[in-house]
């Protein structure tokens, strides 16, 4: 992902993937926190049984938390841009290139 802030791209978007992350990942804590009292086997995706056999249920429920809290942090950083006047927003300033010897 770039760097910019696409502007064609409505903030609330990330705020609400952000949202729903952060949500899910309160979900997950709880369902592996069932999971591991009753014990047994579960299908679960590859790539969440190999961070859950690496870091535990806190891995999973941490990467998810710290992708929904990216996501909200870069929407709200868009609004912030939105919401500032065209006079506010700062200039990119670009390094000239050196004259050709």
Do not use: H
């Not at 910019?4 to 949202?19: I, R, S």
């Not at 999971?35 to 790539?47: D, K, S, W």
């Not at 929407?75 to 065209?86: K, T």
């Amino acid at each position: 992902m770039s760097a910019e802030l696409n502007d064609e791209e409505p903030w609330w978007l990330p705020v609400l993937g952000g949202l729903i992350m952060l949500g899910g990942s309160v979900w997950v804590y709880f369902d592996l926190t069932s999971f591991e009292a009753e014990g047994g086997t579960r299908r679960i995706n590859v790539l969440v049984n190999v961070i859950y056999d690496f870091a535990g249920k806190w891995g999973v429920v941490g990467l998810m938390a710290i992708g929904g809290a990216g996501a909200l942090w870069a929407g709200l950083c868009q609004l912030s841009e939105q919401s500032r006047g065209p006079e506010e927003k700062p200039v990119r300033k670009t390094n000239p290139t050196p004259p050709a010897n």
